[in-house]
């Protein structure tokens, strides 16, 4: 379905960009109106991609590719990212450390947390608040961390486990409005709200009907109007609660056409512009196949989904004031 509606909320599927140049894609940041930066990595090659144009459909132009002269595959494993007015902050599992850079993509300086017990251990989900606080899913210890940009430790809360307050390798991180973060507990299937002193508020996603659950969620965004969105890993969708977190709709994915990359990839191959006309349906193509990552941009009602096997970003639009046609027959 291009249009999915569900207790007042329509979502309307805009476009997808991505192709072979989002091999690897892992996570992404909106940092203006028409661009955002993505994560990228693989077996051979691992960075960050500037792309400018996303908010317009076959728009989209690579503008700034790069990584520091470290980030060697079998060292560094980027994995997600967050901006503030003028730079880039990147996670990397192997080096566990967070990687800074300035939106021309030159590398400024790693961050590592400085005069404390804590450590860095397979950093994860990454958000910057408005007073250049740095909140981290710190998913090997199981905990969440709030930084200085100085890598001063000012707070950590967690512990490995699945009690209520507990996590299991937390990964995807965001701020609310009302001044709260909400993680995604990935390996217990759930989210969980904290306030930014770390006070447990609300657990949601382990419970109730099997469209309502989730499977190992990677992530986690908020838009607002208070709706959460989770990338629901495993079970290859998109799941969207609202602030109570009681179960709104679940989007699978409606990408029923190429991306510009992708065209220009299958029209350049004969091989694969053959082998596409044989397949006895494309259906598959539609749906999302393990989503890592939901960015909602406030700016422009839009949901962004990082569609991770299939190297894409598949967009949708929240609709306000939609009416259902009346057909009279």
Known sequence: MLTISSKGRVFDYSHVIGGRAF????????VNNDSLFAVYRDAY???????????????????????????????????????SDSHVFVTDELQNQINVFDFSGNFVEEIKIHGEKTYLNKPSGIVIDDSN???????GNHEI?????????????????????ELDSPWGICLTYDECVLVSDHLNN?????????????TFGESGLPNERLNHPADVSIDQDGDIYVADWVN???????????????????????????????????D?????????????????????????????DRLFVVDSQRWRIQIFDKIRNYSQPQFNI
């Not at 091999?23 to 909106?30: E, V």
């Not at 503008?63 to 967050?82: E, G, L, R």
């Not at 950590?156 to 209520?164: A, F, L, Q, V």
Request: charged share 20%; with cysteine; aromatic share 10%.
């Open 23 to 30: 091999r690897g894609i892992t996570y992404i940041t909106k």
């Open 45 to 83: 090659n691992s960075g960050i991609l500037c792309v400018e144009g996303v908010d317009r459909a076959n728009a989209e132009e690579m503008s700034t590719k790069f990584a520091p002269i470290n980030m060697d595959p079998t060292q560094s494993w980027p994995t997600c990212i967050t901006a």
């Open 133 to 139: 606080h740095l909140f981290i899913s710190n998913t």
């Open 145 to 165: 961390l709030k930084l200085n940009l100085n890598g001063t430790l000012d707070l950590k809360w967690g512990s490995e486990g699945n009690k209520e307050k």
């Open 190 to 202: 759930r989210v969980h709200k904290f306030t930014m002193n770390g006070v447990h508020l609300l």
């Open 236 to 270: 290859n969708r998109v799941q969207v609660y609202d602030q109570s977190g009681s179960y709104i709709l679940s989007l699978y994915g409606s990408a029923n056409g190429l991306s510009k990359w992708q065209k220009q990839y299958v029209n350049g191959n004969p």
């Open 272 to 300: 694969v512009y053959k082998a596409r006309r044989r397949v006895a349906s494309l259906e598959q193509e539609i749906f999302f196949t393990l989503p890592t990552c939901v960015e909602y941009d406030d700016v422009n």
